[in-house]
């Protein structure tokens, strides 16, 4: 067969957005740079990439792929229109990874797209968590199909060439459902960005997720109904291929999102791999992981994450009362178990980070502020990231709500678990608000702030890369009124991508309000950053700073369930105390008999 010249071609035009979403005062959430790379954008992109390599369009058609993360871009829509004019509207709008609290605004970006004649799918955890526990009718989804907006479920390994295939022949179904038939994922494509999309991201990081699913049946998470209970793994060779790839443009730090790497079947695999790169290789690994709580518990894994090149790990601690573990069906994380696995890390000299959730049944204001003065005390943990308890579409917790008919806040928008989405037993609405927007103040405090430099340097934390962090997690809240993961450098607004609904701001108003508060913002931000650099400096030269020990560093000790808060101050942890010296007993016995 003749070769087809490359302008003689017809280009079909795949265009993949990431939605933001709309801030408290209507305005997408967007930055100079992003502090979090989408590893669903990733995995979309390097999927697509595949897809153009192999011509699956056929020999005659070019892929031309556009990437746009909203949350360090703004999205043209005329000069996309007009790509897509200047190719015959060839092509598809790809809106991925949608979260419910970006459905309202996914929905926003498809509107000018229809209204253009072009072709728009989408697809994420919201589509496929309603799909996967609710009506197909329910949570919004008959406004994808008042639209004609393409609704995709499920993961897109295999199947995108399929939707490709149909968009090109103008033939694009109203549903792709393939919830019930989820793929494996090794030896598929990688997840993959090109620099460019990258350096919009603070720390030229990207990621990549290592398996999919997860086997514990925690009611607040939608992973385990959207990526099912039955784990999936990329291999050792598929890793090793996303790290030469990335290499080769110059990135080596990653964000592996798996939602719990330790259970991962093949994670000494992976490390030994990801080894071989940093200390044979050359390659500078820089890692962040997620994990349980029980990790510590796997020989090796927390030795080897270290020299896996794992600088960050984050841990799914929750809470430190046992009853709110109860409650959440987590019942996997043990409070007895919580000083010996962080101190485990702390060993390592890697920093430890933590989800933490207000909201639980048990909680109230009191109980909360009791809890995070507890954790400064006696948890070696650097930082904390707090989330109010949300009933996510796709979540156990919230199926539960919608078929007993309990009400919940209609807005998904703000379903971003930092706003309060339905009523609490003991707590007001407003004093729930109220205790999340203490909690950080309470935690991030100048003084306690200080301890956790000098337990850094006490560590082997790289203080630059602490303040760095403390940064964010201490300033995002008050200064920007949004969650740090979903935090940046240097916020951006225009007063086009105000929600729609919302009176349109006049410019001579809106741009030197908009001037004015990045000015204070950054003032405010720059006081932190020379206070925090002070203590480090001073801190790093004090002569016993190796040698600082406070009550969180100190090593676990027989008498701690007697004389620690963590496990004297709740019934849950007295309970839970007595369980561990109960099991201990009968198996004391077993062994004398």
Known sequence: MPDISEAARRRFQLVLIKPSHYDDDGYVIRWWRAMIPSNSLAAIFGIAAECAERQVLGADTAIDITVIDETNTRIDFAALISQFKRNDNFGMIALIGVQSNQYPRALDIARPFRDAGLPVSMGGFHISGCLSMLSGDAIGLDECRKMGVSMFAGEAEGRLEMVLRDAAAGELKPLY?????????????????????????????????????????????????????????????????????????????????????ARNKDWEAIFDRLIELREKDGIPLGLMIQVDTLCHKIPNFIEKSKRAGVTRVFIGLENVNPDNLTAAKKNQNKITEYRKMLLAWKAQGIMTLAGYILGFPADTPESIRRDIKIIQEELPLDV??????????????????????????????????????TAHPKMSKKEWEDIYQEAWSLYY?????????????????????????LVSFATTVPLENVHPLQSGLVRLKHPSERRPGLKREHPLLFWPRFAFDTIRKHVSLAGTIINLSVSAFLIARDAGAKSYMDKALTPVAEDDEDVLDLFTKTAGGTAAVSHIKKVAELTHSRKAV
Not at 448 to 467: E, F, N, Q
């Open 177 to 261: 459902n393939f919830m019930n038939d989820l793929p494996g994922i090794g030896g598929t494509p990688v997840p993959f960005l090109p620099k460019d999309n990258i350096q919009r991201t603070l720390g030229l990081s990207t990621s990549f997720d290592a398996g999919r699913g997860c086997p514990y049946q925690c009611s607040f998470c939608t992973i385990i109904n959207v990526q099912g209970r039955k784990s999936r793994f990329r291999s050792a060779d598929d890793v090793e291929k996303l790290v030469r790839m990335n290499w080769a443009q110059g990135i080596h730090k990653f964000f592996i999102t798996d939602d719990n790497f």
């Open 384 to 421: 904390i990231e707090f989330f109010i308890l949300t009933p996510l579409p796709g979540s156990e917790d919230h199926q539960v709500l919608w078929k007993k008919g309990i009400e919940m806040d209609p807005d998904l928008n703000i379903y971003d678990v930092e706003h309060v989405c």
């Open 445 to 469: 405090s100048p003084e306690h702030m200080k301890t956790l430099l000098r337990r850094g340097a006490a560590t082997g934390i790289k203080l630059s890369s602490l303040v760095k962090v």
